[in-house]
């Protein structure tokens, strides 16, 4: 049996591999199965943090949104929501940037509240995009901490706005210049701000601050500093 | 099979190999390793500022950065092992392939497959938001949101199909063999089910049936599986393959033999959720997961053992004889990355080193410090006996050794030594530019260590085109598998 044609075909080729596939892909499929997946028009309607900042673009590039989007309106954001995780996938963002919070490495902290499940039962994120690097920092709290400018121009040249980065310039997302964004940028700057647009967190980019550090990690860092003007 | 003497009987070399198409599949795979590594080297000088292309929106590092894996999985892999089924499978079950014609059609289907991937990558985005018509399909022309699976939706079916038809061709000879068989055609047996049902799982429910957590559980089967169930037991396979006949005597132990074979068979399946600990995945999944990873490290130390008892006293062959030493290079890698797994799956070492450049470490230390080695090793073997002569110069084989082995051990040690600095630059939640600057020195090595590795190929190339030149000019028969048996006194080639 262990070592005939049919007992490797049959216990391991096909036993084995269906045994792993119910134990890790049957069973959280169907523990969230009553979970609803959300559609895309569900995500936008009622979503006032997505739609500010929808109408947000509009303002900003009047005659670029006119030319590609026309009017503010939840069908309109529904599209470009579309269209940007197609080209955050396309363009694969996601190999840089991950999207999702963990309970350890003090990444509460830092990005905001730990990921749940049921933030992920969307259109969205089919195939889901929890990312496995992070060269580029986390995106799933990303959205509202950052104006819609400040996006547009990171886009058109990364270090522009921020010294060092070794994130590549995506000039194809703009007619020319960074006041610029096509039918692409628009949607990914809509993208990015969708994501944690659902949490109760989500920051007016204007009175963002970022979460103050602990007060040990202040203690350490304010002790530092004065040994080494001591020293 | 391997160890029954040789029977007067039995079908010579020229009834069963089709020389052409193993020739046709490693130049080939040769090829798509050269396009990888060029795209490997436009993400790492992008990362340290030095790419000159930046902007240029067909050249950018992100699409290129899924080519670097795609092509060296599908491109580089993919046709190298056929090659090497194409010369080892016949020779091992004494009988030809299924269908030589079918051979030729799964050779170009698979490069059109390869070839929409690479269009659909690079200029699917483009078009589409440049083309109005295109612009209104329904699914995306580019990159599929699937690590190691970015083909495109629209080339998957095909794909698919392909990995269908690899399978009924090798297997139709593997079938029609009696009795207990060797330890080589397990693998290939089970790796020819678990390639078609991988692919299946992780391209088409991800995308049409799961969202968001269970999607996510069966994106880390997949990038687990493809590893674990395409390239591992056909990497073992072939090794279980050559080793024997390249050191001429057999495995010390076929129990250890049952051991690992059935051992990986049944953890390594287990171990996908282990790529995403931490997430919304429920916690006795990812424990489970884990334990399954420890299980697996524990089963590759007995193949391990295994190998090294059967060059135990014939130690000094990895001197004299090449191949021999490509492939326990391979092995002492695998040991190392199955060890670093075992490590890195624990929930203690995860918190620091996950989403780190450890892990990008580890995937090079198998995918080339493993698998390639092992296939440049079975063409470093099988161009001279393909050819019917000696290799140009053996010099440039030390140097395509040399270069590719200590290029992947410094691009291996650097990143994963950076990982635990990116991990702890995090935790101390300092700003994020902290860990981008601090990992410069390491990002710029790891762009020599990569420019070492392109350098060895390069001996590699202008050797095999050398070669090649004087096997032409010597004018050598070429078996097509097809042929009657030689009069008995030609020996068949060893």
Redo the contacts between chains.
């Keep these: 049996m ?4 049919s007992g ?2 049959l ?4 036993g ?2 269906a ?3 119910l ?3 049957l ?3 169907l ?2 199965r009553d ?1 609803p ?1 959300k559609t895309t028009a569900q995500l936008v309607e009622e979503n006032s943090n997505l739609m500010y900042q929808f109408e947000n673009l509009a303002n900003r590039y009047p005659e670029q949104f006119e030319k590609y989007y026309g009017e503010v309106t939840e069908e309109k954001c529904a599209e470009a929501l579309e269209l940007g995780r ?2 955050y ?8 940037h ?1 999207q ?1 919070v ?6 509460e ?2 990005w905001g509240p730990v ?3 049921e ?5 969205l ?13 986390d995106l799933s709290r990303e959205g509202g901490r950052r104006g819609n400018d400040w996006h547009a121009v990171h886009f058109f ?1 990364p270090t522009m706005v ?5 994130m ?5 997302f703009f007619d020319g210049s960074p006041d610029k964004p096509n ?2 940028g628009i949607a990914l700057i809509t993208y990015v701000q969708w994501l944690g647009s659902w949490l109760e967190s989500y920051p007016y980019y204007e009175d963002f601050k970022p979460i103050p ?2 007060e040990e ?1 202040k203690e350490s860092i304010e002790k530092e500093a004065e040994e080494s003007q001591e020293s | 099979m391997i160890d029954k003497l040789a029977k007067a009987e039995d079908p010579r070399h020229e009834q069963l190999v089709d020389e052409p198409i193993v020739v046709a599949y490693f130049l080939l795979a040769l090829g798509y390793l050269a396009l990888s590594m060029l795209a490997g080297l436009l993400m790492a000088t992008q990362l340290v500022h030095w790419n000159p292309l930046n902007g240029i929106e067909l050249l950018s590092p992100g699409r290129w950065r899924m080519i670097h894996t795609n092509v060296v999985a599908y491109g580089f892999l993919a046709n190298a092992f056929l090659g090497a089924l194409h010369w080892s499978v016949p020779r091992l079950v004494l009988k030809p392939v299924l269908d030589r014609r079918l051979s030729w059609f799964i050779l170009v289907a698979w490069q059109v497959v390869l070839l929409c991937t690479f269009f659909g990558i690079v200029f699917g985005p483009t078009l589409q938001a440049n083309i109005a018509a295109l612009e209104r399909l329904p699914f995306s022309l580019g990159a599929q949101g699937i690590e190691w699976g970015e083909t495109p939706t629209w080339i998957d079916p095909l794909a698919l199909a392909g990995l269908l038809l690899v399978a009924v061709n090798f297997m139709g000879p593997i079938v029609r063999t009696k009795g207990p068989m060797y330890v080589s055609a397990w693998y290939f047996i089970a790796a020819f089910v678990w390639t078609f049902l991988t692919y299946a799982m992780g391209n088409f429910l991800p995308q049409y049936w799961l969202a968001g957590t269970s999607a996510g559980a069966v994106g880390g089967l997949f990038i687990h599986d493809l590893v674990g169930l395409f390239v591992t037991p056909l990497g073992w396979g072939l090794v279980y393959y050559f080793v024997p006949i390249l050191l001429q005597k057999p495995i010390w132990s076929h129990g250890l033999s049952l051991v690992g074979f059935w051992g990986l068979a049944f953890f390594y399946p287990l171990n996908g959720i282990h790529h995403f600990l931490y997430t919304p995945i429920p916690m006795f999944l990812q424990y489970g997961a884990i334990i399954s990873t420890i299980a697996v490290e524990m089963v590759v130390t007995t193949v391990i053992v295994n190998f090294f008892a059967t060059i135990w006293g014939s130690g000094r062959q990895l001197i004299t004889n090449l191949p021999v030493r490509w492939f326990y290079t391979g092995m002492v890698f695998y040991g190392l990355t199955c060890l670093q797994c075992a490590m890195q799956t624990t929930l203690t070492f995860q918190a620091l080193i996950h989403f780190t450049d450890w892990v990008v470490g580890h995937a090079h230390m198998v995918m080339f410090g493993v698998f390639s080695l092992w296939l440049l090793g079975i063409m470093t073997y099988l161009f001279p006996r393909l050819w019917r002569t000696e290799w140009y110069s053996k010099e440039l084989l030390e140097y395509h050794y040399w270069l590719s082995s200590v290029g992947l051990l410094v691009m291996a040690a650097d990143l994963i030594l950076l990982g635990p600095f990116q991990g702890y630059y995090w935790a101390s939640l300092q700003p994020w530019e902290v860990s981008v600057d601090g990992s410069q020195p390491f990002w710029m090595l790891r762009v020599f260590a990569g420019l070492a590795m392109l350098a060895g190929q390069l001996c590699f190339f202008y050797n095999i085109y050398m070669t090649w030149r004087r096997s032409r000019a010597q004018g050598v028969p070429v078996s097509t598998g097809t042929q009657q048996a030689p009069p008995a006194e030609v020996a068949p080639q060893a």
């Design positions: 262990f070592e005939s044609k490797v075909f216990i391991a080729g096909l084995f591999f045994f792993a596939f134990s890790n892909a069973v959280p499929a523990m969230y979970l997946e197609r080209t996938v396309s363009e694969a963002c996601w190999h840089c991950s999702f963990r309970p350890v490495s003090r990444e902290d830092r990921s749940r499940t933030e992920y039962q969307n259109v994120q089919r195939p889901v995009m929890f990312g496995t690097r992070r060269i580029g920092p040249q921020s010294t060092g980065s070794p590549p310039a995506y000039p194809w039918k692409r550090l602990p990690i």
